[in-house]
């Protein structure tokens, strides 16, 4: 127990493919209000153009940022762009992921 009663649990990952998946941005802000989580967003696939979501911390994977024909993918301001390595330290540091 820390300071106060405040119970603070491991971070969560969530792990997006799909840029109108409403139900993952409905949980994901939910969790993100909680401030018993830390939440963590990475947008991969069709997913790295989504903008940021207020109170988590929003990632972008870098691969991902370009199409199979070379075809550059705008990544939203405030979105971090991380590369495998990044997404393997956070898989390893978070308590749960959701793949959506």
Known sequence: MTNS???RVKPVLHI???PD???AFDIITAQAGDNAYGVAVVFIQD???SPPVDGTRSCALAKDEKTLDNTLIRVN???ELIN???LLRLIFSVESITVW
């Open 84 to 86: 495998y390595d990044d």
């Open 47 to 49: 997913a790295v153009s």
């Open 5 to 7: 009663g405040d119970f």
């Open 16 to 18: 997006v493919k799909k």
């Open 77 to 79: 301001p405030g979105v």
């Open 21 to 23: 998946d409403r139900q």
